[in-house]
């Protein structure tokens, strides 16, 4: 069975009780479930991982290369700066989808930069925690029409 990484950067583990106003109620712990729901409808294993650490982030990208074959990304403040992160992605080749609660576009200039998105198959922000099942969707999409699953 094909497996995706649902990968989060920093500050996500404080969903549900961060700026709630912005991010919701949601907490991370029940994205995680939802997704892992979600997955197993569409046919799919998930991997969950959050860090607040750049590098361990990358990691994770290295180490899903031949583990898994789709990727989900929250990035978090990592989205506007990291070119670590872009070039992670690159590098393993691995379809990726870049997920934000929020409409990163309708928010401060600096959040309208994103490095992940020139790595990503697409992006997916504005709609909440429901923005990680419609990315679940996408990559299942893709990655069934492309046979690499
Ligand atoms: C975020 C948007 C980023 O700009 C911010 O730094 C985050 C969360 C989102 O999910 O909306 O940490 O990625």
Sequence with gaps: MASILVLNGPNLNLLGTRQPEVYGAVTLAMVESACADHAAKLGFEIACL??????????????????????????????????????????????????????IHARE?????????????GQICGFGAQGYLLALDALSAHLKSAGTA
Excluded: C, W
């Design 109 to 121: 200039a600096f959040r309208h930069t994103s490095y992940i998105s020139k790595a990503a198959l």
């Design 50 to 103: 959050q860090s607040n650490h750049e590098g361990a982030l990358i990691d994770a990208i290295h180490d899903a290369k031949g583990r898994h074959q789709g990727i989900i990304l929250n990035a978090g403040a990592y989205t506007h700066t990291s070119i670590a992160l872009m070039d992670a992605l690159i590098s393993v080749g691995i379809p990726a989808v870049e997920v934000h609660l929020s409409n």
